[in-house]
């Protein structure tokens, strides 16, 4: 499939935005949040990614003006329920952040607010509309047939990963720019964890798609067994179209292994490194540098695999051809 800057900035940015939504919604359910004014920012770091994201896929339509009749079709596509539920987590995450706005400060000495009922209740419902919503995201490809690289189990597991990882890493960069405290080893764990998490499952589906078998092939289509070879006997037309250009994206089996060499470095090896500091040196603890550079890092090798994503998918009309 051809990589379009806009589904791909899309799917990255909400992701993250999304990602950092359930985080913060888990912290209020469990009664975790640090001040009203941490939290806060926190939300708007979130709502900030999730919008960019959402509006950044209006570019890869042919009538923007035509998006809300998507909200239309919820029974039926993943598009539209991704719709309808990012727009339910953002007014969710709005109350939540009203809540806040309106909640007594913490007292003097004290690194957290104590959440109010309507608070938990918010950021519980808040966590499952934001995994429910990139769930959504992901299942707009995985339930794409024609589409072998897209049609396997880790498809999901991988966009929620890539959610929880960077929205964690936004989350934690917000809340130490805007002064709050938090345990150095346990966000190293967590940075770990993740690292090392998402890198199994990417490369799990990396390994599908470059094994992966289609069960649609030329012979299928004819009715013919896979004991005859068939070939093409005349191109269908002498120069390229539109669907060779958009579903018959063809990326080199050298550049890919390289780019997933420096997606796999920047969205893992950078962060599990920065964890690994946090953990050992508590030096590097109180500065929030080290997070924005593990979240930079990570997002950029989000954007590298996510344009892997689509650029290694190839839709079956190319058997036409």
């Given at each position: 499939?051809?990589?379009?800057f ?12 999304f990602g950092?939504?359930?985080w ?7 009664d975790?949040l ?6 806060g ?6 709502a900030?990614f ?10 890869h ?6 998006a809300w ?5 919820w029974?039926s ?7 309808v539920l ?6 969710v995450a ?7 706005w309106?909640?007594d400060?913490?007292?003097m ?10 608070m ?7 966590t499952?509309?934001?995994l429910?919503?990139i ?7 995985a339930?794409?047939k ?7 189990p880790?498809?999901l597991p991988?966009y ?13 960069s917000?809340l ?5 405290l938090?345990n ?5 764990t967590f940075?770990?964890a ?5 890198l199994?499952?990417k490369?799990?589906?990396w ?6 078998r ?11 067994p ?6 093409v006997?005349?191109?269908p037309h002498t120069e ?6 958009e579903?018959g994206?063809v990326l ?6 390289r780019?997933?060499l420096i997606s796999m ?6 962060p599990?490194v920065?964890?690994v ?12 540098a ?14 590298v ?11 079956l009309v190319?058997?036409?051809y």
């Amino acid at each position: 499939m051809h990589p379009a800057f806009s589904v791909i900035f899309f799917t990255t940015a909400s992701g993250a935005g999304f990602g950092l939504f359930a985080w913060i919604g888990m912290m209020a359910a469990m009664d975790g949040l640090p001040n009203r004014v941490q939290a806060g920012a926190a939300l708007v770091a979130g709502a900030i990614f999730a919008v960019a994201g959402l509006f950044s896929s209006f570019a890869h339509l042919g009538r923007p003006t035509r998006a809300w009749r998507a909200f239309s079709q919820w029974r039926s596509s993943w598009l539209s329920r991704e719709g309808v539920l990012a727009i339910a987590c953002l007014l969710v995450a709005l109350c939540l952040g009203g809540l806040l706005w309106g909640a007594d400060p913490a007292p003097m000495g004290q690194s957290s607010m104590d959440a109010t009922g309507p608070m938990r209740i918010l950021g519980g419902l808040l966590t499952l509309l934001s995994l429910a919503t990139i769930a959504c995201t992901a299942m707009i490809y995985a339930s794409l047939k024609p589409i072998p690289a897209w049609r396997h189990p880790l498809v999901l597991p991988v966009y929620l990963g890539f959610a929880l990882v960077t929205g964690y890493l936004l989350a934690f960069s917000a809340l130490g720019l805007t002064g709050a405290l938090w345990n150095g080893h346990q966000v190293a764990t967590f940075m770990l964890a993740g690292a090392i998490l998402l890198l199994a499952l990417k490369i799990g589906a990396w390994r599908f798609v470059d094994t992966g078998r289609v069960s649609t092939s030329r012979n299928s289509a004819l009715g013919l067994p896979h004991s005859r070879q068939v070939q093409v006997f005349e191109r269908p037309h002498t120069e390229a179209n539109y669907l060779l250009k958009e579903m018959g994206y063809v990326l080199a089996r050298k550049h890919a292994g390289r780019l997933r060499l420096i997606s796999m470095l920047l969205f893992a090896l950078v962060p599990a490194v920065i964890a690994v500091l946090l953990w050992l040196w508590p030096a590097f603890e109180p500065s929030p540098a080290w997070l924005c550079l593990a979240f930079l890092s990570a997002m950029a090798g989000a954007l590298v695999e996510r344009w892997l994503f689509f650029a290694e998918a190839r839709h079956l009309v190319t058997l036409y051809y």
